[in-house]
């Protein structure tokens, strides 16, 4: 009986083609869809088993961070410049859309940490532990957007029918943030000050980027702020949503093609070293 001879030969991306690792990663998050809301499920109900208010909590953070703002402004400490609509509605919607990056950046680069015994037990797609990580900032966010809308009934102003477009509005901060989640992710396996540093990082960005306050015209500030993507990210659906023009397009549509590019190169060097992340964790 003749024998039978098996060659195995490594995964080799050179050998089949860079373009395949895009395909491979489309079908792969197509494939974990399920796993992902799995994974969402469960991190949204440890978020708030054994609290006294439950899911009420997303509805009280924002406010109370809203209302530190609105008194920090009133007792004159905190100038925030001039403002095209009432202080709580811009400020609220400014908080909006920076939680998606803020919340979102530091629970997509914990997932892996934080899933650490899972990832030794299991073989399983590591990316969906980052992608399920987005899915409670983004429903925080949705639940932001009831009391921005409570708020425009409050002040009797129409928000601009351009909301109707907040969906792809939400894309470029949505990429920004799951690719530097991904690689960010994969560092702080190796290196954990990368969480620690990271949260003080966020805290900084915030007063640095104008989230609650107006562009400042002159100054340091000024200057960094046209270098800042997650400033045109927050600013430009925030206009359109309270006054239906967008007078900085440019640089958000430069800032969508940086996001898109970040994206696309992290998830690639995520699928690369992939494997090796349960060696590290």
């Not at 978020?47 to 009133?74: D, E, R």
């Not at 966020?202 to 000024?222: C, D, H, Q, R």
């Not at 600013?235 to 800032?255: D, Q, V, Y």
């Not at 898109?260 to 995520?270: D, G, Q, R, S």
Request: proline share 5%; glycine share 6%.
């Amino acid at each position: 009986m003749p024998e039978t001879i098996i060659i195995y030969e490594p995964d080799n991306s050179l050998k089949k083609g860079y373009l395949s690792i895009f395909n491979e990663i489309f079908i792969e998050i197509k494939k974990n869809r399920w796993l992902i809301y799995q994974l969402f499920k469960r991190d949204f109900l440890a978020s708030y088993k054994q609290t006294f208010i439950g899911i009420f909590w997303t509805f009280l953070l924002p406010i109370i961070s809203l209302g530190v703002f609105i008194i920090l402004n009133s007792s004159g400490v905190f100038i925030v410049g001039n403002v095209n609509a009432p202080y709580p509605l811009y400020a609220m919607l400014g908080l909006a859309f920076w939680q998606i990056f803020s919340t979102g950046l530091v629970a997509c680069s914990n997932s892996l940490v934080n899933a650490g015994s899972m990832i030794i037990k299991i073989n399983f797609s590591k990316k969906s532990l980052v992608f399920s990580s987005i899915g409670q900032p983004l429903l925080s966010f949705s639940i932001q957007m009831l009391i921005v809308i409570c708020l425009f009934v409050f002040y009797g102003i129409m928000p601009s029918l351009m909301i109707l477009w907040l969906p792809f509005l939400l894309l470029p901060i949505l990429l920004f943030t799951i690719g530097l989640g991904l690689i960010l992710s994969l560092i702080n396996g190796v290196m954990r000050d990368i969480g620690n540093m990271l949260s003080v990082f966020v805290t900084f960005m915030m007063f640095l980027t104008p989230v609650v306050y107006a562009k400042p015209s002159e100054g340091i500030l000024a200057s960094i702020t046209i270098y800042n993507p997650i400033y045109y990210f927050i600013s430009a659906p925030r206009e359109l949503i309270l006054t239906g023009k967008m007078i900085e397009s440019n640089g958000f549509f430069i800032s969508g093609i940086f996001s898109v590019l970040i994206f696309i190169v992290c998830i690639t060097v995520f699928h690369l070293t992939e494997t090796r992340v349960a060696e590290r964790v």
